[in-house]
């Protein structure tokens, strides 16, 4: 992925922070006017001790003009104003607190729903390079990051603007020694910029690490059975504890670096101090100063350290978030690979007809298919066959624009795909893979996937279709039961007609079905098969046959064999020739015999 330039990222987040601005400035000035009436306190403390001390007829007046005829009113409303100062202080630290908070989760929330809106509509090829972690790490590390993000630009701004005053206020009292003072700022931004990029580049390799730890954590807790099935548990925590080092070690040396910043602007900041104090002597023993000035300038050049020490903390804390942020455009500025045509074809009359003509695709550069041409007419089962690997799953995921052709089209009743809005060719589409895909939901959040208008009595209906009903009648909570949880866990064959279910009530014009390779009890089989036969019923199906049932009932078989198309022709046809179809015929039939 392309690395955008250093700070260009930082530059977008602070226009994101902007769209927040009036809650971020509500928030500080919130803070601001709790600090002032934090100085009040003080104040009226020393009021009312120096009044315990010496009578203050200054402050008896002001009383009396108050309208309380005894000046005496004095000894408690001075403690309630500073009670009151006290209670005004805690109310707007709180409200200043909460905007601030308000801000920063807005963002979070932002970006988080833009990022994944954005993963939502990156094509298939995208995901299957990247995988499931990596996104996951970003949206979870790396937006977590961000929601501190406005207190440490509050930090950052707050200390700049001190610096600033604090530097002018030391000019003009002086400005030869302010000269003197200032040559610490080039080597404070130089130092804050290096060590800056620093802790940005390794807050990076310890997000990338964490990507790591993440995917081997996912696969090893996704695959338990085989690590306990080949007893892989030592293997697995060695490969886990390798990954954790290595998260440690980054970790703790993009930290070092972090703590490392402030001592090192502390001891510049220090040696200014040093330096003023060693250029102001001179100028007193010259009688160009006097000594009091000296005091008082010195006094404003410590003041500066402490500033001077939050932006260093502040900086590396916006260095982190600038790693984050470069994390989450990385993916941002990614164009999908698929996208709805500028000017889309109006969706033509369905019929159902799928056309391959000359189709040739490759993966990254390796050729899959070559020169894929074949007509299915609407309502005919078109049967791929073929060795593993030969492409059959790749082409039929170019039909519902999983992937495009490098070369020549796919068409849908008269239409290149491409020309499709893209959610309308996938709503006349529906897939059941291998292995079904159902949710850890419940039966009819699964079964309104595809189709969220259906009633209960379409879903009734869809199940009687597949002979699920009384199943799912069983369950716990029918309908509503969530499947794979609460014991009520249905048998491989029940998920795939689950899926059929599904498929069913999306009531697609071409079925893209990938046959089941694992063999299920001969009652389930025959479940499934029954189920298949009414969802493909009068609709176009591209069957990836494994069942010599399937193939043999189909109109039209394609033998696919290293990406091309070796034989064509119905059964009869093929078992006729001595190919490859009649050579896999035979051995699946021998394996049955067997
Ligand atoms: P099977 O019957 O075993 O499922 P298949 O005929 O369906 O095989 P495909 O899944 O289409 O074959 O795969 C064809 C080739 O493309 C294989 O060599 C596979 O390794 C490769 N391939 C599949 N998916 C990808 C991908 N996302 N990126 C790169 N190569 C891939």
């Given at each position: 992925m392309?690395?955008k ?16 601005w009036?809650?971020i400035?509500l928030?500080?000035?919130?803070n601001l006017?709790?600090s002032?009436?934090a100085?009040?306190l003080?104040?009226?403390a020393g009021?009312?001790?120096?009044r ?5 007829p200054?402050?008896d007046?002001f009383?009396?003009?108050?309208g ?8 408690w409303?001075?403690?309630?104003g500073?009670?009151?100062?006290l209670?005004l202080?805690?109310l707007l630290?709180?409200g ?13 929330y ?9 993963l ?6 995208f ?5 499931s972690?990596?996104?996951l790490?970003r949206?979870?590390?790396d ?10 630009v509050?930090?950052?701004v ?7 005053v ?8 002086h400005?030869?020694l302010?000269?003197?003072t ?18 940005r580049r390794?807050t990076?390799?310890v ?6 730890l993440?995917?081997r954590?996912?696969q ?7 690590v ?6 030592g293997?697995?925590l060695?490969a ?5 080092e ?7 040396r ?5 703590a ?6 502390q ?5 200014g ?10 100028l007193?023993?010259?009688g ?7 005091v008082e300038?010195?006094g ?10 939050t932006l ?7 260095q982190k978030?600038?790693?984050s942020?470069?994390?989450?455009y990385?993916i941002l500025?990614?164009?999908p ?5 500028p000017?889309?074809a109006a ?7 799928v ?8 993966y ?20 791929l066959?073929?060795?593993?690997g030969a ?13 495009d052709?490098?070369?020549g089209r796919v068409?849908l009743d ?10 309308e060719?996938?709503s006349?589409?529906?897939m ?24 209960d009595?379409?879903l009734?209906?869809?199940?009687e279709?597949?002979?699920l009903?009384d ?27 689950l899926?059929?279910a ?7 014009l ?5 046959e ?9 089989e025959?479940?499934?098969?029954r189920?298949l036969?009414?969802l ?23 033998v696919l ?7 064509r ?11 490859l179809y009649r ?9 049955t015999?067997?």
């Amino acid at each position: 992925m392309a690395r955008k330039k250093y700070g260009h990222s930082l530059r977008r987040f602070t226009r994101e922070m902007l769209g927040q601005w009036p809650l971020i400035v509500l928030g500080w000035l919130l803070n601001l006017t709790a600090s002032a009436a934090a100085g009040v306190l003080p104040w009226l403390a020393g009021l009312f001790i120096d009044r315990l001390a010496a009578p203050n007829p200054g402050l008896d007046r002001f009383i009396q003009s108050l309208g309380f005829a005894d000046a005496g009113a004095v000894d408690w409303l001075l403690p309630l104003g500073m009670a009151i100062s006290l209670a005004l202080n805690a109310l707007l630290v709180f409200g200043g607190t909460l905007s601030i908070q308000v801000a920063g989760q807005r963002i979070t929330y932002n970006l988080r729903r833009r990022f994944y809106d954005h993963l939502l509509s990156l094509d298939v090829g995208f995901h299957s390079t990247i995988g499931s972690s990596d996104p996951l790490a970003r949206l979870v590390h790396d937006v977590n990051t961000l929601s501190n993000s406005v207190y440490a630009v509050k930090d950052f701004v707050t200390a700049v603007a001190s610096t600033l005053v604090l530097v002018g206020l030391i000019l003009a009292r002086h400005w030869q020694l302010a000269l003197a003072t200032l040559i610490i700022l080039p080597p404070v931004v130089v130092i804050l910029n290096l060590l800056g990029r620093l802790v940005r580049r390794h807050t990076h390799t310890v997000r990338e690490a964490e990507s790591s730890l993440l995917a081997r954590l996912r696969q090893s807790l996704e695959s338990m059975r085989v690590v306990r099935a080949f007893g892989a548990e030592g293997h697995e925590l060695d490969a886990f504890s390798r990954r954790v080092e290595d998260v440690r070690r980054k970790t703790q040396r993009r930290e070092f670096t972090a703590a490392i910043t402030t001592p090192i602007i502390q001891a510049i900041g220090v040696s200014g101090v040093i330096a003023v104090i060693a250029y102001g002597i001179n100028l007193v023993v010259s009688g160009d100063i006097s000594t009091g000035m000296l005091v008082e300038y010195v006094g404003l050049v410590a003041l500066v350290l402490k500033p001077l020490r939050t932006l260093g903390q502040a900086n590396t804390n916006l260095q982190k978030i600038g790693s984050s942020v470069d994390r989450l455009y990385e993916i941002l500025d990614r164009e999908p690979a698929i996208t709805d045509p500028p000017e889309p074809a109006a969706p033509p009359l369905s019929r159902g007809e799928v056309v391959y003509d000359g189709v040739g695709f490759a993966y990254a550069d390796r050729p899959i298919l070559t020169d894929i041409s074949f007509r299915a007419e609407p309502g005919e089962v078109v049967a791929l066959v073929g060795p593993s690997g030969a492409g059959k799953s790749t082409l039929v995921k170019l039909l519902p624009r999983l992937y495009d052709p490098d070369v020549g089209r796919v068409i849908l009743d008269g239409v290149d795909v491409r020309r499709w809005p893209l959610g309308e060719l996938r709503s006349r589409l529906a897939m059941v893979p291998q292995q079904p895909l159902v949710f850890s939901v419940s039966v009819a959040e699964n079964l309104r996937y595809g189709a969220p208008e259906a009633t209960d009595d379409d879903l009734w209906a869809a199940l009687e279709a597949v002979g699920l009903d009384d199943r799912i009648r069983r369950l716990r909570n029918g309908l509503c039961g969530e499947v794979g949880r609460d014991g009520e866990t249905l048998s491989g064959g029940e998920l795939q007609r689950l899926a059929i279910a599904r498929a069913l009530l999306c009531d697609p014009l071409v079925l893209i079905l990938d046959e089941a390779t694992s063999s299920l009890d001969s009652e389930s089989e025959l479940a499934v098969q029954r189920a298949l036969g009414r969802l493909m019923a009068g609709r176009t199906t591209l069957v990836i046959a494994h069942r010599l049932s399937t193939v043999r009932g189909a109109d039209r078989i394609l033998v696919l064999d290293g990406g091309r198309i070796v034989e064509r022709g119905s059964h009869v046809e093929l078992m006729a020739e001595d190919g490859l179809y009649r050579g896999l015929v035979e051995r699946q039939e021998g394996l049955t015999d067997r």
